[in-house]
C-alpha cells in the first residue's frame, strides 16, 4: 500500500510561482512512475506532468511545457512540482499519483495509476 500527501499549494497573482511537494510512504519502487493532476471546478483531471525511472524520465503536458518542472529526490520519497509563470487558467485541485512503469506518454492519463493523493489547491489571480 502507498501513501500519497501532497503540499504546497496556495494563491499567487499570475506570474508568480509554487512548488508543490508530494510525499509517498508505504512500498515504493524506483521503477514506478508517477505524475501531476489538476481538476478545475467543472472539468475533468488532466495530466500535467509525468515521472518515470526516478525522475530520468519526464513528461509535461504541453499547456505547462516550459513553464513547469518535475523532479523527485529519490532519497526522501519526494515527487516536486515546481510551477512558474502562473496563468489564472492553472488555477485548480492538484493531486499527484504512483503507478507502475509504464510509456511516458501514459503518464497523462488517470487510468495509469493506482494510488493517488487528497490534493492540494492552486489559486491563481489575474
Known amino acids: 500500500q502507498v501513501q500519497l500527501v501532497e503540499s504546497g499549494g496556495g494563491s499567487v497573482q499570475a506570474g508568480g510561482s509554487l512548488r508543490l511537494s508530494c510525499v509517498a510512504s508505504g512500498s515504493t519502487s524506483r521503477s514506478a512512475c508517477m505524475g501531476w493532476f489538476r481538476q478545475a471546478p467543472g472539468k475533468e483531471r488532466e495530466g500535467v506532468a509525468g515521472?518515470?525511472?526516478?525522475?530520468?524520465?519526464?513528461y509535461y503536458a504541453d499547456s505547462v511545457k516550459g513553464r513547469f518542472t518535475v523532479s523527485q529526490d529519490n532519497a526522501k520519497n519526494t515527487l516536486y512540482l515546481h510551477m512558474n509563470s502562473l496563468k489564472p487558467e492553472d488555477t485548480g485541485m492538484y493531486y499527484c499519483?504512483?503507478?507502475?512503469?509504464?510509456?511516458?506518454?501514459?503518464?497523462?492519463?488517470?487510468?495509469?495509476?493506482?494510488?493517488w493523493g487528497q490534493g492540494t489547491q492552486v489559486t491563481v489571480s489575474s
Open positions: 499519483a504512483r503507478g507502475p512503469a509504464m510509456p511516458l506518454i501514459a503518464t497523462m492519463m488517470t487510468g495509469s495509476y493506482d494510488y
Open positions: 515521472s518515470c525511472a526516478g525522475g530520468e524520465s519526464t
